[in-house]
T-cell receptor, first 115, second 113 residues
């Protein structure tokens, strides 16, 4: 079974530029999550989708971050304009069910460096 | 928001058992206890989860206190490949509950050969 695919693995940009990350979850997984992980910290949930609807985006900095999952399958996370503090690993995860019985499957992450 | 507390770091010797503790005093009756681990430069990997009873799988065992305010992840025989950061998190069982999952700093486990 294919895992969660993410791209690009690494991205270096200058502040005020824009960047986009792509995620393809495990086939059949209705729930998709984007996390931000700053070096030395645990993952922080940015947004959660159930199919193509947003379940929770309360921690997403909406002035610069946006995410979409138009067809309920793959998803894109965009940052525009980027700030130095956005340097982090952006992790995508998916799960078969939204509740507590479902395990999360993570991709390898996209490491962003903002100069 | 549900929060967990774990020691920052622990050390073990290869082929010895490891007990990783987690405190979750604010757990609600419907929260599942999940454990994940993260190897360097990789995304977190699911280890085990439980609700009330102790659980075993091929990777580890999960011992849950009777009052559910703490749990312990048990690696029966540590190997060098078990060196990772281990996270204990709580997940609401209600699919409609949007309560945020808070990941702490986790426990960084070092395994000595």
């Amino acid at each position: 079974e294919a895992g969660v695919a993410q791209s690009p693995r690494y991205k270096i940009i200058e502040k005020r530029q824009s960047v986009a990350f792509w995620c393809n979850p495990i086939s059949g997984h209705a729930t998709l999550y984007w996390y931000q992980q700053i070096l030395g910290q645990g993952p922080k949930l940015l947004i959660q989708f159930q199919n193509n609807g947003v379940v929770d985006d309360s921690q997403l900095p909406k002035d610069r971050f946006s995410a979409e999952r138009l067809k309920g399958v793959d998803s894109t996370l965009k940052i525009q304009p980027a700030k130095l503090e956005d340097s982090a690993v952006y992790l995508c995860a998916s799960s078969l069910v939204m509740g507590g019985t479902g395990e999360l499957f993570f991709g390898e992450g996209s490491r962003l460096t903002v100069l | 928001d549900a929060k967990t507390t774990q020691p920052n770091s622990m050390e073990s010797n290869e082929e010895e058992p490891v007990h990783l503790p987690c405190n979750h005093s604010t757990i609600s009756g419907t929260d599942y206890i999940h454990w994940y681990r993260q190897l360097p430069s990789q995304g977190p990997e699911y280890v085990i989860h439980g609700l009330t009873s102790n659980v075993n799988n091929r990777m580890a065992s999960l011992a849950i206190a009777e009052d559910r305010k703490s749990s312990t992840l048990i690696l029966h025989r540590a190997t060098l490949r078990d060196a990772a950061v281990y996270y204990c998190i709580l997940r609401a069982s209600n699919a409609g509950n949007n309560r945020k999952l808070i990941w702490g700093l986790g426990t960084s486990l070092a395994v000595n050969p």
